[in-house]
């Protein structure tokens, strides 16, 4: 009687211990694999914030690489009416609007049937065309180039550039030099929403006689700096990365230009390689905006 009562105490002692070491290890099971969910759900990488990354520009002139269209769900009520008020709020608010329908590494394709688009592909159509009525390689979708962004703009606003004052982007800034009804302002000066950012480039050392063409953009906001704090030019553009959601090809991919203030260039001034006012890409210098006067 008491090796059986042994027994069945033993046995029972065991059935316990074996509850134990399974109830252990399936809430091992159930936690692992919540934590294998939650990660799964945080994957999906979400856009970084980053003001004037510097990014080496690719070849510009070049550069087809395709990005599947986005999905836009606003054509029919950002139809860019704005004829009213200030001209510089109106480019800005216009520049913003096309910059949000321009998709690729280098903010450069476009859909064709985007109203937002409408007015600036007529111009383009109009004054950048093949023979047989097609779109220039400078308007196309996938090489779209900086000049044709700005004018774009410019034509969409009812404000179109005079062709005169039209060339390559390391043209424009000796073009508007006191042409009348316009301003410029040397890099380092104040600008404002709707003024035209005009880049020098340097030749490229790898291959010294390649030609360089600069760059064009148009200020949409600006944050002046203060004091040892930097400020900030928020730029639309077309055939340069953006740095607002950096190595993307999303919508609306805007660039920062850093600004760095008097008090900052006088601390450094004496440094071996001094720094510039605007700080964007290598190899390319701020020279100025330009700015049409309201009339």
């Known amino acids: ?13 065991r059935l316990r211990l074996g509850l134990i070491v399974v109830g252990i290890v399936s809430i091992f099971i159930v936690a692992t694999w919540n934590v294998g969910e939650s990660a799964t759900d945080i994957a999906p990488s979400q856009p970084v914030h980053a003001q004037a990354s510097r990014m080496t520009p690719a ?35 216009i520049a913003s609007a096309m910059q949000g329908h321009l998709y690729g590494p280098l903010a ?12 600036a592909l007529h ?24 000049v044709e962004f700005v004018t774009g703009v410019f ?4 404000d179109p550039l005079p062709v005169s004052g039209i060339g390559q982007a390391n043209q424009f800034w000796q073009l508007y030099q006191r042409r009348a009804g ?8 104040m600008p404002q929403p709707g003024d035209i950012v005009t880049w020098s480039e340097d030749p490229d050392p790898l291959n010294p006689t390649q030609e360089v063409y600069g760059h064009l ?21 077309a055939n340069a990365p953006g ?44 020279q100025g905006f330009i700015r049409q006067l309201d009339q």
């Open 123 to 146: 111009y383009w159509k109009s004054t950048c065309h093949n023979p047989d009525g097609s779109f220039c390689d400078e308007a196309k979708s996938g090489s779209l180039q900086c």
């Open 108 to 119: 450069n394709q476009y859909d064709a049937h985007d109203v937002v688009l409408q007015s």
């Open 217 to 237: 953009a148009l200020v949409v906001a600006v944050q002046a700096p203060v004091g040892l704090r930097d400020g900030s030019i928020k730029i639309a553009q």
């Open 243 to 286: 740095s607002l959601y950096p190595g993307s090809g999303h919508t609306g991919n805007f660039y920062l230009l850093q600004w760095h203030g008097p008090a900052y260039l006088k601390v450094h001034r004496a440094d071996k390689h001094p720094p510039e006012a605007l700080v964007s890409w290598p190899r390319f210098h701020v």
């Open 59 to 93: 070849v510009w002139a070049s550069t087809t690489v395709a990005t599947p269209a986005p999905t836009i769900t606003d054509n029919t009520s950002a139809a860019l009416p704005l004829r009213t008020g200030p001209l510089g709020a109106r480019l800005a608010a």
């Open 1 to 13: 009687m008491l090796r059986r009562w042994l027994r069945t105490r033993r046995a029972r002692r």
């Open 182 to 189: 316009w301003q410029e302002i040397p890099a380092g000066g």
């Open 155 to 158: 034509a969409a606003v009812g």
